[in-house]
């Protein structure tokens, strides 16, 4: 199993479609919900044994509380 974040558009499409056609089962994730259909769809259409994908959302991380 592969799993490359930014599946759904440029190099990280890329990189799944060939690890698909390599025969791995390709897991992509985007940020953005039409990137990931679409990657699903160009994998699917190279004949990927299994295309899963899954949206992330990115927010910017809580500062940590001062140790004490």
Do not use: F, H, Y
Not at 15 to 36: C, D, F, P, Y
Not at 39 to 56: C, D, H, N
């Amino acid at each position: 199993v592969a799993i490359v974040t930014g599946g759904g558009t440029g190099i990280g499409l890329a990189t799944a479609s060939e690890l698909a056609w390599l025969g791995a089962k390709v897991a992509i994730g985007s940020r953005k919900q039409e990137n990931i259909d679409e990657g699903v769809r160009t994998l699917e259409a190279l004949g990927a044994a299994a295309a899963l994908a899954g949206g992330a959302r990115v927010k910017r991380p809580r500062r940590a509380p001062p140790d004490r």
